[in-house]
């Protein structure tokens, strides 16, 4: 089913309505009823994991279910799961937050949010007022987060993000969803530039050296970087997708992990897709641009399982370490699970009962960038000759990029954070 599709008038009811009951039967005699399969059973059993899961705030028990099968199943069960995994299931704190003073990316944001849900019909008076109002509760749960925690920079992908947690919880549960995913998982990429998630990223040239030394000898000789994935992360995929039940399911499982997982996932898709692009011409903009398409037709279970596999190998401090290249102190993937900046009782990984206070966080935000002692720029790794090349045909891989991935993506690399960023990494 496409994100149109869901999108259209009652996608909550619809949606819930076709999962309400876990045998998949309504009413009727036994004798219309169609006898249960294997597949039906294993669904049961999985529901009822499922609630007991949720009912006794197990996270290891979510997490496990999250990598396997079909995840937490339905939209009822997401809204129900979400919550629980982003805390957000009890009132969060009361701050006093001031409206009156615009934020500095409004003006971004309201562009934003009139580009989306462009794909809704709007023939109908009452079509073009539906339209208009999920607009509005798009710019609420944006606007909600920024004006929360001013230090945040809004980024254009943030939107898909904020979309999707919409489709599933409705407004309120996606304002506080918003604010959770954006200061423990979306936070590097909500910083004054981009820098940060892009030295993310460069984490995935270590995995595949590791795990595909022949596909990374294949970037290295076609002098490819490892920023193509960049709408992947910053967005989970919302961007990248039409099925949005493939992007529900992939949010069931990132929604439990610390936030490198997205670059994980990321290196699992281009290693599934290690036959077609070994066959690709070794030449910069085109192996480039073969990777930039994301596989429409990718099997989801396949990439989660393998991701969760070089995550459970190579956890994220491992991997810095393997690769001698590590991010900031501060940063959302070496805070995660800080005291103070965790989600859960780490004593036994329970759900707290308590809203999440938000302030060590935002002192954080207040802190200049930490780099561990003697450590290089994540980019200093990479060949010179590699980085000119990368400057040289940036304007051919954006032309490319908004073909295959999309005007978003194209806005996002052309944003004035991603030329600050340029600008001071001597790419430009």
């Known amino acids: 089913m496409t994100r149109a599709r869901q999108l259209h008038a009652g996608f909550h009811s619809s949606r819930s309505s076709s999962h309400s009951s876990p045998g998949g039967g309504g009413g009727g005699s036994l004798r219309h009823r169609r006898p249960k399969t294997k597949d039906s059973l294993d669904k049961e059993k999985r529901i009822r994991r499922l609630d007991e899961a949720i009912v006794t705030g197990n996270i290891e ?59 809704l019909s709007s023939e109908t008076k009452s079509q073009q007022v539906y339209k208009k109002q999920k607009q509005e509760e ?3 749960v944006i606007l909600d987060v920024l004006q929360r925690h001013p230090k945040l920079s809004y980024y254009q992908g943030f939107h ?12 309120e549960a ?9 200061m423990f998982f979306f936070r590097d990429c909500m910083l004054e530039n981009l820098e940060p998630v892009l030295e993310q990223l460069s984490l995935m040239t270590a995995l595949l050296k590791l795990e595909d030394p022949e596909v990374q000898e294949f970037l290295d000789r076609s002098e490819t970087l490892p920023f193509f994935p960049l709408s992947w992360v910053i967005t989970w995929c919302a961007h990248d997708l039409q099925d949005f ?29 290690r036959e077609e692009l070994l066959e690709v011409e070794c030449d910069n903009a085109m192996v480039h ?57 780490s004593s036994d990984e329970k759900i707290s009962s308590t809203p999440i206070d938000f ?21 200093s790794k990479y060949p010179s000759n590699s980085l000119h090349l990368y400057r040289r045909n940036m304007a051919t891989m954006l032309a490319f990029s908004a073909a ?21 990494s001597g790419l430009r």
């Open 61 to 119: 028990e979510l997490r496990k279910l999250s990598v396997t099968g079909p995840g937490f199943v339905t939209d009822g069960i997401r809204r129900r799961a979400w919550p629980l995994l982003l805390r957000t299931h009890v009132p969060r704190r009361q701050t006093t937050v001031d409206t009156s003073v615009p934020h500095k990316d409004g003006d971004q944001v309201r562009l934003d949010v009139i580009r989306s849900f462009t794909h």
């Open 138 to 140: 798009l710019l609420h």
């Open 160 to 171: 898909d993000v904020c979309t999707c947690l919409i489709i599933v919880l409705g407004k």
């Open 174 to 182: 996606a304002t506080l969803a918003a604010e959770t995913l954006a």
């Open 245 to 273: 039940d493939k992007i529900a399911r992939l949010y069931d499982f990132l929604i439990c992990f610390n936030p490198l997982m997205s670059v994980y996932m990321a290196a699992a898709v281009v290693m599934s897709r």
């Open 289 to 345: 641009t073969f990777l930039t398409k994301f596989p429409k037709n990718v099997d989801v279970e396949l990439i989660i399982s393998h991701a969760h596999q070089l995550y459970t190998t190579y956890p994220p401090e491992t991997l810095q370490k393997r690769s001698e290249n590590w991010l900031d102190e501060n940063s959302c993937v070496n805070t995660f699970s800080q005291p103070r900046m965790y989600l859960y009782d």
């Open 359 to 379: 302030t060590p966080i935002d002192e954080l935000l207040n802190k200049p960038r930490i780099k561990r002692e003697k450590d290089a720029s994540a980019l």
């Open 404 to 424: 295959s991935v999309g005007t978003a993506a194209l806005l996002l690399l052309n944003s004035a954070m991603f030329r600050e960023w340029l600008a001071n």
